[in-house]
């Protein structure tokens, strides 16, 4: 098996879950519903024009009638609920800085509602109830509005920002645009990730309950474990729809992954995104087995290795746990490793 067979043939998924959180308005708690407001400018007055024959003027402009306060129709708050933020992507220089928003804004010309809500991001439901506005929603020039507090959501542990991006139904790259972060940024678990103004969580699917764990069946032996300690998540299917062809062991940073049984090593890097440094050793019989979320190859390639021998380091996940991705593959099938493995030592 080639070195870009074998890569495109490894699934790489692991799976992690936690509880949805609620977006928070500055410092109090609760969930948010967003709309799409439909509001509408007032029509500017028109000015005289100049005629010019030959070359006499026949007319001089006309004085622009007083200024009247802008006028804005009730918005449909229904309409277009959910639209997602990638149909208002923001260009990178209307970016600011959501956790340094200014206390109140100064209606300037023409400007509506919706204007001042888009410039700062904020839900146009929630700059009306700051200021106590009712129909017609007129702004006369010069008038101070209180700007409502930021949104933002609380990382949790296991989470990274398309996690919150497909919460909130908002588009990746605004998101990060507005937290001047680039899209692939690792977040830390209880970092304030601020949110558009569209952003509205996504109703959560029913948790199901989950039964105890059956006991680890007594495999056949074949392959021995590679780390001693609490097997967290199975082969097959898990919470919230996604599968793992693999298990994943607990275990202490820095403690040393074991081959599995006696082969050579076919990769140690770290070119598969989200599985930090793998290593794969293939054996006998068309067997491979992959290991991890290492923080360090002990192994090179082309390596020949025996059961029980030191081939990595076991590293720590961005969501702060440590566990060994052990997986088992033969030809391009994926394997259960638990019936192939012995008792634990």
Same mark, same amino acid.
């Given at each position: ?83 997602? !933020? ?5 260009? &990178? ?51 101070? !509005?209180?700007? &409502? ?65 059956? &006991? ?108 060994? !991705? ?8 994926? !394997? ?10």
């Amino acid at each position: 098996m080639t070195r870009a067979a074998l890569l495109l043939a490894l699934l790489t998924g692991a799976c992690a879950s936690s509880s949805p959180a609620p977006i928070s308005f500055g410092g109090s708690g609760g969930s948010v519903r967003a709309e799409q407001p439909s509001p509408l400018r007032a029509e500017r007055s028109g000015r005289a024009t100049i005629e010019q024959r030959g070359t006499q003027t026949q007319a001089e402009p006309a004085a622009p009638p007083p200024r009247q306060p802008t006028v804005q129709a009730a918005p449909n708050w229904a309409d277009g609920e959910g639209t997602p !933020l990638s149909a208002y992507a923001m260009q &990178p220089t209307e970016v600011f800085d959501p956790a340094n928003l200014p206390r109140t804004h100064r209606v300037s010309g023409d400007e509506t509602l919706y204007d001042i809500a888009t410039r700062y991001q904020v839900p146009l439901r929630a700059l009306i109830d700051q200021n106590h506005l009712e129909p017609p929603y007129a702004l006369s020039d010069g008038r101070v !509005l209180e700007l &409502p507090p930021p949104r933002y959501h609380v990382v949790q542990r296991g989470e990274d920002l398309a996690d919150i991006a497909r919460r909130y139904n908002v588009d990746l790259r605004s998101l990060a645009l507005l937290n001047r972060m680039q899209p692939s940024d690792r977040v830390r678990s209880g970092e304030r990730i601020y949110l558009p103004a569209l952003a509205r969580e996504l109703a959560a699917a029913p948790a199901s309950p989950v039964p105890d764990p059956a &006991p680890m069946p007594q495999g056949t032996g074949r392959f021995a474990w590679p780390l001693r300690g609490e097997v967290v998540a199975r082969f097959g299917a898990q919470p919230g729809g996604t599968r793992l062809d693999g298990m994943e062991i607990a275990g202490r940073e820095g403690a040393q992954i074991l081959a599995a049984a006696d082969g050579d090593v076919i990769y140690a890097g770290h070119d598969i995104e989200g599985l930090d440094t793998l290593v794969l050793v293939r054996h006998a019989d068309n067997y491979v087995t992959a290991y991890g979320y290492n923080r360090r190859a002990l192994v090179r390639e082309g390596q020949h290795v025996r059961a029980g021998e030191a081939i990595a380091e076991l590293g720590a996940r961005p969501d702060g746990r440590t566990r060994l !991705l052990f997986q088992v593959r033969r030809g391009n099938q994926a !394997l259960d490793p638990a019936p192939l493995m012995g008792a634990q030592r």
